[in-house]
């Protein structure tokens, strides 16, 4: 059984601060790993998934260009009922744990269902968050079933952004606060789940609650938030780590005023009285830079900052940190960081990255209201992403600021710019290099 976020896992003080780290995936940001039966599989933002059998030391990569999945975006995997499950930016996708017996699962009601934001799963059922609802995988009959579970007619709390399993609850963290369901009941009904919102738990800093990580320890719970504040909307989310104690019905703030280092939360993980997260910053446009780990004892609350880059991590965003068969696993913004001895290890299947500049296509296309734009630099450059209408007529700026090396992705949200239905053109500038690629927005 695996208990999302909620895994015995060894991070003694030594062990988090005196690693040796094997690099084993470059050039991909890494966002999840997990481990059976000496199968090791690791979820990528935009280069699909990697898998690596321990016994071969062979390394192999999915991808949209070797057939194995449509899209490259995945937003986490799990390993379960003998099967692993990507969380893909359409659809649900599953293999056999050594890579064989590839399925497809889409989800009714078109693309916006199909991104999956969330994966986790218990003894019997996996569960999986979407933007619009959640679907469930029974391990008993193998077969998916999918659920609106909108609360008090607000939408954005059927946009579930993580899930957080426990014996008897499944809570589902949404653009606009976290729902928790009692197992057993009908999940389609209102009275199954209870929402906390700005009205009953959260404060009034940020306009949307948009929850990126929870882990329950006992009757406290902790709420990792999206550090999302653009120009255009600088109060949208800002973040935090919140500490609500069940029993007293008290909740308790942590940012950069408390001593993080950073607001937004990637990740949390408990393991007796140590939590665990991965801390970021929001800048603009599609750039966000990592602030490390937080360490925090969870009776005294203290609290200690680790950074990884003296110890060979290239990249201060850590998506992820697990055990796994006694081993470390660390997914970071520049690739897979393990204590794992690889030295015997190749990879197959379309490894390489490109070295060159590349715009790609927006993905979804039609899209609405929101697509991204992906584009890979091979150096730190500055850059322009603009938009233009049919006529040529400059529309948005999107991004005018220097961008790190390596694959960028920049969310594009129709009503934020008041568009309307048509043909657009997007155009990157990077350098001396132009490229322009047309995208559709459908009402």
């Known amino acids: 059984m695996k208990i999302s976020l909620f895994l015995v896992f060894l991070l003694s003080s030594s062990f988090l601060y005196t690693q040796s780290w094997n690099k084993v995936i470059s050039n991909a940001e890494v966002i999840a790993v997990d481990s059976k039966l000496n199968q090791v ?35 986490g995997l799990v390993i379960a009922a ?21 399925g497809h699962y889409v989800l009714p009601g078109g693309y916006m269902p199909n991104w999956i934001r969330a994966v986790a799963d218990d003894d019997t059922v996996v569960w999986f968050g979407t933007f619009q609802g959640i679907a469930t995988y029974s391990k008993n009959s193998a077969s998916f079933k999918t659920y609106n579970i909108t609360k008090n007619s607000d939408g954005s709390t059927n946009n579930i952004t993580t899930i957080h399993v426990t014996p008897n609850e499944v809570w589902f963290g949404t653009e606009n606060g976290v729902q928790v369901y009692k197992k057993g009941l009908n999940i389609t009904a209102d009275s199954s789940r209870f929402l906390y ?47 609500f104690n069940r029993n007293a019905n008290v909740w ?14 990637h990740f949390i993980r408990i393991n007796s009285d140590s939590l665990i997260a991965g801390l970021f910053t929001y800048i603009n446009g599609v750039s966000f830079t ?18 990884y880059s003296s110890h060979g991590v290239g990249d201060s965003n850590y998506f992820d940190l697990r055990t796994l068969d006694n081993e470390l696993w660390l997914a970071a913004g520049d690739g897979l960081y393990t204590t794992y001895d690889t030295t015997a290890t190749s990879v197959e299947n379309n490894y390489d990255l490109p070295d060159n500049f590349v715009l790609y296509q927006n993905y ?6 929101e697509t991204i734009i992906s584009f890979h630099l091979p150096a730190n450059t500055h850059v322009s992403l603009k938009l233009f209408d049919i006529l040529g007529n400059e529309i948005a700026q999107l991004v005018d600021e220097t961008i790190q090396a390596g694959l960028q992705n920049y969310r594009l949200t129709s009503h934020n710019h008041q568009l309307s239905a048509g043909v657009y053109f997007y155009q990157l500038r990077a350098g001396d290099l132009i490229s322009t690629k047309k995208m559709i927005l459908l009402k």
């Open 364 to 369: 979804p296309n039609p899209f609405n209201p």
């Open 41 to 75: 599989w690791a979820a990528t933002d935009n280069n699909g998934v990697f898998y690596l059998n321990k016994n071969s030391g062979i390394w192999r990569n999915y991808t949209s260009e070797n057939g194995y999945m449509v899209t490259n975006s995945t937003d």
């Open 197 to 243: 919102n700005k009205q009953n738990g959260f404060d009034n800093l940020s306009q949307y609650i948009s929850v990126k990580a929870i882990a329950v320890q006992d009757t406290i719970v902790w709420i990792g938030l999206e550090d999302y504040t653009p120009a255009s909307n600088p109060n949208y989310c800002k973040g935090g780590l919140y500490r």
């Open 252 to 265: 308790q703030r942590f940012d950069k005023s408390t001593g993080l280092s950073g607001n937004g939360i």
């Open 82 to 102: 003998g099967k692993v499950f990507i969380a893909s930016t359409y659809g649900i996708y599953y293999c056999g744990i050594n890579g064989n017996n590839w």
């Open 290 to 307: 990592g602030n490390g780990l937080l360490k925090m004892n969870t009776a005294n609350l203290n609290t200690q900052i680790i950074n």
